[in-house]
Antibody, heavy 120, light 110 residues
Framework: QVQLVQSGAEVKKPGASVKVSCKASGYTFTSYYMHWVRQAPGQGLEWMGIINPRGGSTTYAQKFQGRVTMTSDTSTTTVYMELSSLRSEDTAVYYC?????????????WGRGTLVTVSS | QTVVTQEPSLTVSPGGTVTLTCASSTGAVTSGYYPNWFQQKPGQAPRALIYSTSNRHSWTPARFSGSLLGDKAALTLSGAQPEDEAEYYCLLYYGDAQLVFGGGTKLTVL
């Protein structure tokens, strides 16, 4: 079955970087975009960006441009989201979610999320 | 800064009908915004319910339906069940692969 398995929780200091992984299985990895979405404690959902695993092209939300990097590894069917210059406001659960085949606006299956805590 | 607005909270009686809406600060929401709707229960990841205004995923119960209502996107729940109590988020597409979530609606079934 289609699965998105994310890496475990992280604790980082302000100014550091974090890299979260999302391993996909049960479908053709390169045929579907992948979104990244985050949710701060008690807050709503925030779209961060999208990657096309075939070729690695990305589009980021303006808020995160310059600080986020999304990559993919087709050999391991894994996508990564790296966020740099962390601050306390980046404390959140980070989700990957499968997108469409040729459409940016489609979502279906979600990973369980990765909690990133930024604290000195 | 584009803002997507949802009702902060709504209450529906078991078996009742409720409509959640999703408005854009840029103007009327049309099918070209490809509205998506998601359900999130406490401690869980979001679950996709509706895509492209009115299309249900294979796992979405038929009591959920999506539409355009006036100048907003809408999610209607007909025959509410206790298990439908959750937070609901809409998502709109603004072109150039830019997407924005609404602030969410907390739905209480009471």
């Amino acid at each position: 079955q289609v699965q998105l398995v994310q890496s475990g929780a992280e604790v980082k200091k302000p100014g550091a970087s974090v890299k979260v992984s999302c391993k996909a299985s049960g479908y053709t990895f390169t045929s579907y975009y992948m979104h990244w979405v985050r949710q701060a404690p008690g807050q709503g959902l925030e779209w961060m960006g999208i990657i096309n695993p075939r070729g690695g092209s990305t589009t980021y939300a303006q808020k995160f441009q310059g600080r986020v990097t999304m990559t993919s590894d087709t050999s391991t069917t894994t996508v990564y989201m790296e966020l740099s210059s962390l601050r306390s406001e980046d404390t959140a659960v980070y989700y990957c979610a499968r997108g469409g085949t040729l459409t940016y606006w489609y979502f279906d299956l979600w990973g369980r999320g990765t909690l990133v805590t930024v604290s000195s | 800064q584009t803002v997507v607005t949802q009702e902060p909270s709504l209450t529906v009686s078991p078996g009742g009908t409720v409509t959640l809406t999703c408005a854009s600060s840029t103007g009327a929401v049309t099918s070209g915004y490809y509205p998506n709707w998601f359900q999130q229960k406490p401690g869980q990841a979001p679950r996709a319910l509706i895509y492209s205004t009115s299309n249900r995923h294979s796992w979405t119960p038929a009591r959920f339906s999506g539409s355009l209502l006036g100048d907003k996107a809408a999610l209607t729940l007909s025959g509410a069940q206790p298990e439908d109590e959750a937070e609901y988020y809409c998502l709109l597409y603004y072109g150039d692969a830019q997407l924005v979530f609404g602030g969410g609606t907390k739905l209480t079934v009471l």
